[in-house]
């Protein structure tokens, strides 16, 4: 390690283990607060259970039948809604305990059968005011009111007449709080009734009770209450480690910069003859440490304290569904703390240089808060219930990566194609975050905020043209172009083959590039690189198509090693489909038009442009054509093509940095694209 | 020793638009104490964060030894002390756990970390606070760590911004007979301050600032004429304030 980084991070490092508050937050804390939080629920909950609550009331109005059927029903278990929750159930009291207590309205002046027996449909406003003033006068919680009161006697079941029908009307008032607690049970005790009432008929009549149930469901778990859980809260454990981590980064941000500017030490530190981004980087580290201490602290403890109480219900013969997640095990702990470690550096990141940007850490506080509140916003994604991994989600840094780390944890197999590229996506985020939160102090804006002041005012200078866009800028333009090919590719499903082709790209991919630089004043000839070539460097790209086409076959080929060859040729199907389609319309020229010109130009401009430029300004040459050229490949949401594709990127790229002029590249991507149709057209890739 | 050439630096004011805050400094200044004066807003901590590396020049050069103040960076900042109302030092730390990173931010050796504290300490009066958390420091205690902490390197620029604003008399008199102790070692210390005895007590010459431009640079004594020379100070720089 650089021995300034290294210096700075000591120092940091020691203040920080000096701070109280610090330790309190960091350290204290998350030891302290599940034993705390859980044992408070215990005591919660055992002060609720001596402080038994009176049965809510219901009233009847029907026959004796009816009345004591519901009487009788009042002590049975509450009915479970799955047999998982059975399983998890703790063993029951062996004194019954009454749900409800029943009022008998028979011998009231309430006679609400007429106007209930006029109503088919919905109940109108007064009637459903007058009837729920009597509930709510006589303290009851649901009412069960009989139409037509008929005996409900054993016998013969004659075919014709059918014997009288009883309707039940269940009145239910849902502005009673304990009326949905108790609803479900005088269901099942009604329920239960009609088929004791069918049974005597059936009976009555010498015929088999099981008429009506020609067929009977039964259902078993086979999983344990423990696993059941487990199954079911494991995903949570990633959402967990991240907004932990999240939380936990905040507060050394906060102190290692927008604190030390407020207490005046940092200007200090940067009159010292250090490499500034040394200074940033080692603060970094602390802050990196300082989350990962915490979240490590927070899971040791939720552990701990889970498996104390899953032992301690052990030992009583409960079988308790919180053993599940304690089985969740270390190495599902040690995944999700190595896959979300880009994660955590980038938020980390972020952090550091938001809080670089305030002069107070008030003000750092404020910008922060909204940090925590997108992070935890697009983690949400890992908690919608059936969404699964997919291409264009992998995109989506932290919630990419917490869909694949569900998907792992609830499935036996690994999902090791989205954990490669929603890997490959938080590194590229973190690489370019940690590069810009690096030069924060390199600029006078980053040095005095107060000086030259962020926010709002920046945004107003937006068009003043003063700088090239850096990395986290000009990704967010691609995040852009991505969201609006993946949605406007369904919206545009249906629309003709000449639309369907250049629509999104001149729209979604185009446009954004072009927009970005017309907002930012940025001169085109190198944001976007409209810069006319010199005759040399169109000589290198015709003398380069070969090499393009090549790889492109090359790779292409290699790949049929191991991708499935069918799948390679299923996902050909829509291009040879719209190459037909295109032939139809226009014939070749027009193929070529949608298919190599205006695919060329527009993603030349995004790719080898607004994103190269970008990244060569956050990340050097190097990096800038790597990311550039997977950032290229990821766009054609094609997975095949991807390894091709993207080293297509970098052979692109290179004659980008090299001739300073995106047309040279687009001469390449023009020529490749204008082969690949003539080859379709001809039959030759068949 | 510091060479500053076509020195121009704007901030963009919402309010006021364009704020010229250096506006063509030209100067050639030899090892020595210059006293830095001016009213305030004139440019002075601009043209001093400037001169330290912290702001970059809009137009116009700063040499110190031969090396830019932009180009050589670091190496730079390496030939200069900076000390300001804004240079303060971590409080959970000890003096001698601070002055030992300085040190090490330096890239001195321990061994010659330790013998330039053995010469510090006593010219400070640093031997009892030394192993002192720096919170339980009086202000004009933790402003002599401060200093000890521009000189560790013993570089040949010393960029003193008021180092003397919020202390006591009696703190302020033992800053200013630490900087009077730091004279004839062959640097060049920029003393910049409101208080003209102050100015007289460390300072031979005079850097007069006003509107961004040098309004008087030569010795006090021709500027005093035997007597104060604040009156002459007033005289000069009313004009610049009045417009």
């Known amino acids: 390690m650089n021995p300034a980084v290294r210096a700075i991070f000591a120092k940091d490092m020691r203040e920080l283990l000096r701070d109280r508050r610090a330790l309190f937050v960091n350290l204290v804390l998350p030891v302290l607060l599940y034993p705390l939080l859980i044992l408070f629920s215990v005591q919660v909950a055992q002060l609720s259970l001596a402080q038994p609550r009176p049965p809510p009331k219901i009233g009847v109005l029907a026959t004796p039948q009816v009345l004591t059927a519901l009487q009788a029903g009042a002590t049975l278990p509450k009915p479970k809604r799955s047999a998982r929750k059975q399983a998890a159930a703790l063993p029951t009291d062996p004194t019954p305990v009454a749900q409800y207590q029943v009022v008998d309205l028979t011998g009231s002046s309430w006679h609400p059968q007429a106007v209930l027996a006029s109503v088919d449909g919905p109940l109108t406003a007064p009637t459903r005011h007058n009837l729920s003033e009597f509930l709510r006068s006589h303290d009851l919680a649901l009412a069960v009111v009989a139409l037509d009161p008929v005996a409900l006697q054993p016998a013969p079941l004659p075919l014709h007449p059918l014997p009288p029908q009883t309707t039940l009307v269940v009145l239910q008032d849902d502005g009673n709080a304990r009326a949905p607690e108790i609803a479900p049970q005088v269901d099942a005790v009604l329920i239960g009734l009609r088929q004791t009432t069918l049974a005597h008929w059936l009976s009555a009549s010498h015929l088999d009770p099981r008429l009506p149930e020609p067929v009977v469901v039964r259902h078993h778990s086979l999983a344990t209450a423990a696993e059941a859980v487990r199954t079911q ?216 905020p107060g000086l030259v002041r962020a926010g709002w005012g920046r945004f107003a200078r937006f068009r003043r043209g003063q700088s090239l866009p850096g990395g986290p800028e000009v990704l967010g333009v691609y995040a852009l172009a991505v969201a609006g090919m993946v949605l406007g590719g369904g919206w545009l499903a249906d629309a003709p083959a000449v639309v369907l082709t250049m629509a999104p790209l001149l729209l979604f991919v185009l446009l954004p590039a072009w927009l970005h630089s017309w907002l930012g004043a940025y001169p085109q000839a190198v944001v976007l690189g409209w810069r006319a070539p010199s005759g040399r460097d169109l000589l290198v790209a015709l003398a380069l198509l070969p090499v ?82 997977l950032l290229f490949a990821l766009l054609h949401q094609s997975p095949l093509r991807l390894l091709p594709q993207a080293a297509l990127g970098v052979l692109l790229g290179w004659l980008t940095l090299r001739s300073r002029s995106v047309w040279p590249a687009a001469l390449v991507h023009a020529g490749h694209n204008a082969l690949l149709v003539a080859a379709e057209v001809q039959g030759w890739l068949k | 020793m510091l060479h500053i050439a076509g020195l121009h630096k704007s901030f963009f004011d919402p309010g006021r638009g364009e704020v010229k805050a250096v506006d063509g400094i030209e100067l050639q200044v030899p090892p020595g104490v210059v006293a830095v004066m001016g009213a305030n807003g004139a440019g002075k901590t601009t043209l001093l964060r400037l001169i330290a590396g912290l702001l970059e020049p809009d137009s116009g050069t700063i040499a110190v030894a031969g090396l830019d103040s932009v180009r050589d960076g670091d190496r730079f900042r390496a030939q200069l002390g900076y000390l300001s109302t804004s240079t303060k030092l971590p409080a959970l730390a000890t003096p001698r756990e601070f002055l030992a990173l300085i040190g090490q931010l330096h890239g001195l050796h321990p061994a010659a970390v330790a013998q330039r504290l053995e010469a510090l300490v006593p010219q400070f009066g640093l031997a009892d606070i030394l192993d002192q958390r720096i919170a339980t420091l009086s202000t004009g205690q933790a402003q002599r760590v401060n200093l000890a902490r521009t000189l560790l390197a013993d570089p040949p620029l010393l960029i003193l911004d008021e180092p003397t604003t919020g202390l006591d008399v009696l703190a302020a008199a033992e800053v200013v007979t630490a900087v009077q102790r730091c004279r004839d070692q062959g640097r060049l210390i920029l003393y910049c301050t409101h208080v003209p005895a102050e100015a007289q007590a460390v300072a031979d010459q005079l850097l007069l600032i006003g509107r961004g431009q040098v309004a008087y640079a030569g010795t006090i004594a021709d500027l005093a004429d035997g007597g104060d020379f604040a009156p002459a100070v007033h005289a000069i720089l009313r004009p610049a304030v009045a417009s």
């Open chain 1, 233 to 448: 809260a494991a995903p949570m454990i990633p959402f967990l480690v991240l907004v932990l981590a999240v939380t936990a980064a905040m507060y050394p941000a906060i102190g290692l910069l927008a604190g030390e500017r407020e207490a005046g030490t940092l200007e200090t530190l940067l009159s010292l003859p250090i490499r500034r981004r040394d200074l940033v980087l080692g603060k970094l580290l602390v802050v990196l440490c300082a989350a990962l201490v915490a979240v490590i602290a927070n899971l040791l403890s939720l552990s701990g304290t889970l498996g104390l109480l899953a032992g301690q219900l052990a030992a009583v013969g409960t079988d308790s569904p919180l053993a599940g997640l304690v089985s969740v095990g270390a190495p599902a702990l040690l995944l999700c703390l190595v896959l979300l470690l880009p994660v955590v550096v980038a938020i980390s990141a972020a952090a550091l240089a938001l809080s670089g940007f305030a002069q107070s850490t008030k003000e750092a506080q404020t910008y922060l808060t909204p940090l925590i509140l997108v992070v935890v916003f697009v983690a949400m994604v890992a908690v919608v219930p059936g969404l699964q991994p997919s291409l264009a989600l992998d995109l989506l840094p932290i919630g990419g990566t917490l869909l694949a780390l569900r998907q792992a944890l609830q499935t036996p197999e690994m999902p090791w194609m989205h954990i490669a590229i929603t890997t490959v996506v938080n590194l590229a985020v973190a690489a370019v975050l940690v590069g810009w939160t690096a030069q924060l102090f390199d600029t006078e804006r980053g040095r005095y």
């Open chain 1, 548 to 629: 393009a086409l090549g790889l492109s076959f090359g790779l292409g080929t290699l790949q049929e090693g191991w991708v499935d060859v069918g799948a390679l040729q299923a996902a050909g199907e829509p291009v040879a489909r719209l190459v037909a389609q295109l032939a139809s319309a226009g014939g070749l020229p027009l193929q070529l038009l949608c298919l190599a010109v205006v695919p060329a130009i527009c993603e030349e401009t995004l790719c080898r442009g607004t994103l190269l430029s970008g990244l060569h300004k956050s990340l050097g040459p190097k990096w800038a054509i790597a990311l550039s050229a």
